[in-house]
């Protein structure tokens, strides 16, 4: 027989005893983690919970990203876009902790120009580590990217598309930390191009696809490690621009270059001083990815029309 204290009375209403909480009992980092691990609208939700979820919550870096969203009805396009855009801005500013990364596209519209101008200057304060900003202008360049962004000196990884660099601030911009970068449909020109890397001393990984705007271009850093310079053709959706030389030099641990073939047919291409340089790679005209050899002291120099020194 049950114990006296264990007893209920017959026909009594069942009264369900007190459950331990055991989730807000972990550490702190493992709560932390599963934050991170959930969307942002249900990690939001969580603060409520008690008083210990609320200050973890305060405390862990946010990852936003509403790069994929889908738009079913593009009539309300512009006001569902531009109240998400406001969402987003007061949740970053709000937040006492630091934001990590931050994806978004589909800022077509001037309108939407002052929620990213605010949201860039919020990011930087925030020390932002990865940045994906894409407009959807399809070469149009109707961003001007903001003084802040270019001081945001936490900056790991980063992709623009369909914006401009406004020219001052990039003479005095400052990437120390920057290990990505890529720039599709974004205007540049000769010097600033030269000061925007210089600026990216540990830069590995550089992808240049349909930028306008350049001449004669020289690529020199110690760290760079893959290369990517695409131009499409304009029946493709590409700017139809193209510089008229390229060199490739003083980059010791390059290891792959990969054409378009836009980019080898118009443009006269040096590479040299690169010893680790193992796989050449090209896109033909219809986008599909083709690589070349793998590089040798006997490979082809001439072949694809880029010539290679080696040292």
Known sequence: MLPTSCQRRVGAPFVPQPQTDLISMLPDNILSTILLLLPIKEAIRTSVLSSRWHDIWKLNPLNIDDSTRKFDNQQNFHEIRLKTLQAINRIASVHPGPIHSFRISQLREPAFHYEVDNLMETLSSKGVRELSLSFGYQGKLRY???????????????????????????????????????????????????????????????????????????????????????????????????????????????????????????????VQHVPKLEVLGFFPINGSMQIGNTFSNSYNQHQMSVRIAHS
């Open 144 to 270: 001007g990217l903001p003084s802040s962004l270019l001081q945001c000196q936490t900056l790991c990884k980063v992709s623009l598309s369909d914006c401009f660099f406004p020219p001052s601030p990039v003479v005095n911009s400052s990437f120390p930390n920057l290990r990505e970068l890529t720039l599709e449909y974004v205007f540049l020109w000769d010097h600033l191009l030269n000061c925007l890397l210089e600026s990216c001393a540990q830069l590995e990984v550089l992808q240049l696809i349909d930028c306008s705007g350049l001449q004669y271009v020289r690529l020199n850093n110690a760290k760079l490690q893959k290369l990517t310079i695409h131009e499409r053709s304009p029946s493709c959706g590409g700017s139809g621009s193209h510089a008229k030389e390229m060199i490739i030099e003083g980059a010791p641990e390059l290891q792959s270059l990969r054409l378009g073939e836009r980019t080898v047919h118009h443009t006269r291409i040096l």
